[in-house]
């Protein structure tokens, strides 16, 4: 870009921007909402729509066109990123780990302790791999499971909220609830079992 050029080029208005984003979303949800096509066609006008305000900016298209190559680049590395925990996921699956967590979880963690040996796998996990997603996506899963065969509330597993009305009762584990979760964990066992004996035939 010469120096003329970089002289005539400007910031965009509020106004500019506005529009702009007010279109998008219009063709967004008309898209979505009412002719049921893919966001990405929204996306693709929008991308036209950008590079008009761009060309209304006074850059070029070649400006413009590295800017977009530029962006690529940066975004790339968080694309490498999922493609690799995608490829962990599947691997820890298809290998068998994933089961075998939920076999031995069953046949050794006690359900006085399950909540605390969860949040201390799951952190060895994602020291280990180096990404939260991948260990939600492989030993998150496998305690999930885990926990229902051993009769644990899920949203206590995942750690999301309680409703107020189920929180006194899951909260505290009195012995007869010890002993319930015990005889569940029996039986997710057998199941496991039953299913591993299924596969190998």
Wanted: aromatic share 8%; hydrophobic share 50%.
């Amino acid at each position: 870009m010469t120096t003329q050029q970089e002289s005539a080029v400007r910031k965009p208005h509020i106004l500019e921007v506005g529009v702009l984003l007010v279109c998008f979303l219009a063709i967004a949800f008309s898209f979505t909402g009412i002719f049921g096509l893919s966001i990405q066609l929204a996306l693709f006008i929008a991308l036209f729509m950008a590079i008009l305000l761009g060309l209304r900016l006074s850059y070029t298209y070649d400006n413009l066109q590295e800017a977009l190559k530029e962006g690529i680049f940066n975004g790339l590395e968080a694309v490498l990123i999922l493609i690799s925990v995608g490829a962990l996921i599947g691997t820890w699956i298809a290998g068998g780990v994933v089961p075998s967590i939920i076999y031995y979880g069953l046949e050794f963690i006690h359900p006085s302790i399950f909540l605390l040996a969860t949040v201390i796998l799951c952190a060895i996990t994602s020291l280990a791999t180096g990404t939260s997603w991948g260990t939600a996506g492989t030993a998150g899963i496998a305690m999930v499971g885990v926990g229902e065969g051993l009769g644990i509330p899920l949203p206590l597993v995942v750690g999301n909220g309680m409703d107020p009305d189920e929180s006194p009762r899951i909260c505290c584990y009195s012995p007869h609830r010890l002993c319930s979760l015990t005889s569940s964990r029996s039986r997710a066992r057998r199941v496991v079992q039953a299913g591993q004996g299924t596969a190998s035939g």
